[in-house]
């Protein structure tokens, strides 16, 4: 039995594109226990795991978050290498779908309650950070947090002025050890919330704070979790994180029936009138419909391709409207011609010579932020002391030998720099007015 008297926190593993559980696990939380996010003194995450803390701490819309998830999965799906293309930047939709999805005043209702595990680069110890200024600064913490070095680039992101990588390199489930937090998983293993696979393997792996039993399920999972698998797929792990959520509260009474979902399955059976094709609200369905709608729309679901949605999904209404409309396929000519079997052989067989001109081609793009992060740091634009003055630009040409000697007195008409890198130098041109030279 949990007890809550002594208050409690969720701690959400970091998980790559597993973080799909996650959200089932925050949508049924938020449905059938609300009191457990909001009454929650902590909310830690990890990587994958930090996002959809900050989604919970700022109160964003969960389907919003993962219908972005979906999308950075097929737009990854869509290249050869998946997200090791060098034409997909993780690192900047993760920072765009943030900007998007979390509100103004996130870092406001973040601070002091949610924290985020990084990985300091300088000496790989483990740091929580819980004060965002604002949420710029919030959105900077969550990208150090999934930051994982090679997968997502070669120059880790910084926060505060200090650089860190993914936060489950040092510890995956932060605070793990403590006795009221609820630990989430999407790995089969000893956390509150996690799959109960139908294994009779006793070995298990401790990853960081994080327990995984050694079983296929698990090695499959972790394929998974920096290859994404396809929409159907994800739409069956948030069911499975969704189904876990519940098994625990109902394990440890703590499912509030006041408000049931309209969406769960009905003891009665599958048919006309009954189970979750019935529900009124489901995306897929009619209110009160006969037994001819009920065929009717069976058959129309059959010729959309998503049939199995409306039987076998056990979500939130605005979750599964979210797969519902990602599993339908609406590419267009080009995407169906390219995605033959000849076509996706043939591009395997060019990648050789096609890989060397996108690898340039994205080097290219994102030359202003290498540039950026390897450049000296600017001059101030204020002198720190009243008696300080900045130095002027000078051509190479108004230089002397004795430039670089410090000067015997004070009454200098130009002070000698700190150092070379306070000297801006400059070639003007024919029209421009040459400088006094200096006696």
């Not at 069911?239 to 499912?255: C, I, M, P, T, V």
């Not at 267009?332 to 010579?353: D, E, Q």
């Amino acid at each position: 039995m949990f007890d809550l008297k002594a208050g409690w926190n969720l701690s959400f593993a970091g998980c790559g594109f597993l973080g799909i559980y996650h959200i089932g696990v925050a949508s049924c939380l938020l449905e059938k226990a609300p009191y457990l996010v909001k009454g929650a003194t902590r909310l830690y995450g990890a990587s994958a795991g930090a996002l959809t803390a900050s989604v919970l701490a700022s109160q964003a819309c969960i389907a919003k978050c993962c219908e972005d998830v979906i999308e950075v999965a097929k737009e990854a799906r869509k290249r050869n290498l998946g997200p090791l293309h060098p034409t997909f930047n993780l690192v900047k939709v993760l920072r765009s779908g943030l900007n998007r999805d979390l509100p103004s005043d996130a870092h406001i209702l973040a601070s002091g309650r949610l924290c985020v595990s990084l990985t300091r680069v300088s000496d790989g110890e483990n740091v929580l950070v819980s004060e965002f200024s604002s949420k710029e600064e919030l959105i900077q913490a969550l990208v150090c947090s999934c930051f994982i070095p090679i997968y997502c680039g070669l120059i880790p992101p910084s926060f505060k002025g200090v650089r860190y990588v993914d936060g489950g390199i040092s510890d995956n489930l932060p605070q793990s050890e403590l006795k009221n937090t609820i630990t989430i998983s999407p790995f089969s293993g000893e956390s509150d919330i996690c799959p109960r696979d139908n294994s009779t393997s006793f070995h298990e792996l401790r990853f960081t704070n994080t327990s995984i039993q050694m079983n296929m399920g698990n090695l499959y999972r972790l394929s998974r979790a920096l290859f994404p698998p396809e929409p159907k797929v994800l739409a069956d792990m948030c069911q499975s994180g969704y189904k876990d959520a519940l098994r625990f509260l109902q394990e440890n009474n703590l499912l509030m029936l006041d408000c049931p979902s309209r969406s769960l399955p009905d003891s009665s059976g599958i048919g006309p009138g009954s189970g979750p094709g019935s529900d009124s609200s489901s995306c897929c369905s009619k209110p009160a419909e006969s037994t001819k709608e009920w065929v009717l729309r069976r058959l129309r679901l059959l010729h959309n391709k998503h049939w199995w949605l409306d039987e076998h999904i056990v979500l939130p209404t605005h979750i599964k409207k979210v797969f519902c409309e990602a599993c339908q396929d609406k590419s267009g000519l080009y995407a169906r011609v390219s995605g033959m079997l000849p076509l996706r052989v043939a591009s395997y067989m060019l990648m050789p010579y096609t890989l060397p001109v996108q690898s340039a081609y994205s080097v290219a793009q994102s030359d202003r932020c290498l540039r950026k992060c390897l450049s000296v740091p600017p001059l101030p634009s204020e002198p720190e002391s009243p008696t300080q003055t900045i130095v002027p630009a000078l051509s190479s040409f108004d230089l002397h030998s004795n430039y670089w000697d410090i000067p015997s007195s004070t009454s200098s008409s130009l002070p000698a720099p700190h150092s070379p890198q306070q000297v801006c130098f400059f070639v003007g041109s024919q029209d421009e007015p040459q400088s006094p030279e200096r006696p």
